[in-house]
């Protein structure tokens, strides 16, 4: 699966430790045990996650010897950015008119 609409990446960043791995990678490619040590929670808890999180299209996987090193891709989050920010201009464009009943 790829992410194709910004609501994709949304749902997927709204629990939250997944947005904590998020936050997390956007310092820097990590393996998984570096995000253990981090975030507190079990190895199988983690894999799961990255796994959605790579199925999705929001990250890359890349193997380095015994290890594999996790990157976050800035693709997905400027389009659900993007996203965010057409929403919030419509809405402002649109504060002052009302439909009528």
Do not use: K
Request: glycine fraction near 4%.
């Amino acid at each position: 699966m790829v992410i194709s609409a910004a609501p994709d990446v949304l749902r997927l960043v709204a629990d939250p430790l997944r947005a904590r791995i998020v936050e997390f990678l956007a310092e820097g490619p990590a393996c998984t045990c570096h995000l253990v040590e981090e975030l507190g929670a079990t190895q199988s808890n983690i894999s799961n996650h990255l796994r959605v999180l790579r199925e999705a299209g929001l990250v890359a996987a890349e193997p380095r010897g015994r290890f594999t090193y996790y990157r976050l891709l800035p693709e997905p989050l400027e389009a659900a950015a993007g996203h965010l920010t057409t929403l919030a201009t419509r809405a402002r464009d649109t504060a002052d008119t009302r439909q009528e009943c």
